[in-house]
């Protein structure tokens, strides 16, 4: 692709009231655009980064059987009403329809999966089950300043697991964090995230969250350095200092950002909406849920609070929306030439095509866009390519045949 | 894929309060399923195919160059505003938000995108510009009773254009008229879609629909059976009842299904966003608009309508979730061989693994399901499998080979 044929311009210029670090820059790169406070349009390259995070996500939770629906966001007030969510939920958009009727916009799926399952699921045979999808979310926040981090409106993957006792959840449950981590891994936030215990409500001791350790995280966790795993502020005192599995009282305290959390319902959904099974010897009983949530946009708003310098965005390859971003300083044939031969290896590159931008814009549009690798084609160069990383910083001089190796 | 791993069974019963074909069908198959009228939610078969019809609208799309963006739903009331719609569009959902600001969900979305594109627009050679997303589309109808075919919440898709000037939109809104066309091909519609002529609006004479006739279909149509196309009841007596191609004055009577409708907006939408441009004198100017709706929801709904018998939906190869459905009547190792070879091949198969199913239950299922292919393995058949064609019905013995050969 080349730069003449995106819409989107990088610009100096955000919104007055945009003060998160991840929106600032994805607007002046032209990834997403702002439409009112955490609401958000994402743009060409944006939804490619989008579509990068979805495809990873989709394939881990496929790995753990995951099966893949899509529910709606106008959910009727009788079902919020039957958990008490209705009166309950704080950051419900209540919606008054036409049809004299009243609708509560999704900030969360218990309330439509439950007695959705309960039409298919009859006897423990039908169990265990895990069903996921990736829809828009929505949250009536008082204040929403994050950027991607905290969204009226956003992107999620939230998966519900239905099991026929404790045992046969806890396993799932155990298996959904490994999953967990091979997504924060894919996405190159692997080695800042930690499993975090935090409060877990009626039906077990703890639920766990995903914490990405990062300098201007909203959130304070501390963290074992033994276990590497942390806990939340919540339950600090609950668990007097110490780490929940070995007991260590040194906890260093990190800001983070929560990238997902997991949660052990047990009946607290399944009741409402008479959601049984009927077990081996004919007993009907409640179905005992799980829940795991994952923010897409928000996952994307926590790889650029982490991953980033002074010049702009630092994205992992498995996110990037190209692989290289190349730049002729000679004649354009030769950049037609070298992008031709890299999308046919498979590279996804972007052309700086553009005749009235001086060489300075155009590499610090690189930088600022975060691509893996810089190529510039300069007459000081002959037949090799100038390579910059990104990540490193350091450029050589390569052949197209050593950047072909190296970029995808 | 196994049957027994399918979370959704079929059923003979549907809502008493659903009343269309097409989400009776649907529901009973188990492909979606209905929350409240109008609002439904797609189970694992049923998304697959929604990805289906996604994938050829944004082939088709990007092949007049479209660039794929993403809108959000929440639209503040002060967009609404500077165009009238916020008190003028009936069908608007709005929402107070903790904020104690207004959103609008919306049902289109002129009033986001043409603010934005202002932004990245400043001369002649930024345009033109075809900007799409792929959304979920919120309306607040009265009624709802048509299934996917009037959603209160749909997924849609949603191109608009931007142009220097009239001729410009004029041979884009030509081209989209053959993109569209391709569409309705690849889904199956392709013999029963027409382009029909519908009233204009301010800007230009006529604007455009396509509509498939069907039985049931809820709008009235006048084809012209010399040109292939046709009139809405709308502008039927405006046209004084001639073809307005052809002059023929023999025009049929057709019930039909609306399945897109292409806009001239000309600068209805860009002058109350002051998005202009700079032509090559150094004139300012308004941008001249148009768009280009496509219900993707809607169109499963349409195919259904279209494309079924007594015994169930009959899907075109294009968007069947699977091309084969496996009954194996002898022991369990065969169909998993069989299935493992179709798979290599780049077949999706489902087999009916039951063990407490009818071979009648599992016949009736196949064709309620409406895949391409059923292919039975019995005693009877010897080394050949017997495959039926959902849509002749016809059924004849195959060698695996030939059966490959079939499915793709």
């Known amino acids: 692709m080349k730069v003449s044929q995106l819409f989107t311009k990088t610009t100096k210029e955000v919104p007055r009231d945009e003060v998160s670090l991840n929106a600032q820059l994805l607007i002046r790169a032209g990834y997403i655009n702002k439409l009112a406070p955490g609401v958000y349009s ?13 495809k990873i996500v989709r394939e881990e939770m496929n790995g753990i059987g995951g099966q893949e629906i899509l529910m709606p966001a106008l959910i009727p007030d009788a079902n919020w009403k039957k958990t008490g969510r209705w009166e309950d939920l704080d950051v419900l958009f209540r919606v008054a329809g036409a049809d004299r009727k009243h609708y509560g916009l999704g ?3 218990e309330e439509v999966l439950s007695p ?8 423990y045979k039908d169990l265990p089950l895990y069903i996921y999808q990736i829809q828009t979310k929505f949250r009536n926040e008082l204040r929403a300043k994050a950027g991607l981090l905290r969204g009226r409106e956003f992107i999620m993957k939230d998966l519900y697991s239905f099991h026929t006792d404790e045992d046969d959840l806890e396993k799932y449950y155990k298996k959904s964090q490994t999953a967990y981590m091979n997504v924060f891994k894919r996405v190159g936030l692997g080695q800042q995230t930690v499993l975090t215990f935090a409060s877990g409500g009626t039906f077990s001791k703890y639920s766990h969250e995903f914490q990405t350790v990062t300098k201007f995280g909203e959130d304070t966790i501390f963290t074992c350095r033994k276990c590497s795993i942390a806990v939340n502020k919540e339950i600090l005192s609950e668990i007097r200092n110490q780490c929940p599995e070995c007991g260590n009282l040194k906890l260093n305290e990190d800001r983070a950002i929560e990238v997902g959390n997991i949660f052990k ?3 607290k959904y399944s009741s409402p ?9 004919g007993a009907e009983k409640p179905v005992i849920m799980g829940c795991y949530g994952l923010g897409i946009s928000r996952l994307m708003g926590a790889v650029v609070e982490t991953l980033h310098d002074a010049n702009g965005i630092v ?10 971003y190349l730049i002729d300083l000679t004649k354009k044939q030769k950049a037609v030439k070298l992008a031709q031969s ?3 290896n498979g590279i996804d590159v972007l052309v ?7 060489p300075g814009v155009k590499f610090s549009d690189a930088d600022l866009l975060g691509f893996p690798y810089r190529a510039v084609i300069s007459n000081k160069t002959g037949n090799k390519i100038e390579v910059k990383n990104r990540q490193t910083g350091k450029t050589q001089l390569k052949t197209e045949k050593q950047l072909i190796e190296l970029a995808p």
């Open 342 to 344: 890299l999308i046919k």
């Open 107 to 109: 900030a969360t799926h």
């Open 273 to 281: 909406f008479g959601l049984n099974y009927v077990d081996k010897n």
């Open 352 to 358: 700086d095509d553009r005749v009235d931008a001086s």
């Open 265 to 267: 319902l047990g009946t």
């Open 116 to 123: 959705l399952v309960r039409q298919y699921v009859n006897s």
């Open 42 to 54: 994402y743009l060409p390259m944006g939804l490619r980064v989008i579509q990068k995070i979805e």
């Open 315 to 324: 994205w992992p390859k498995s996110l990037a929306p190209f692989q290289v």
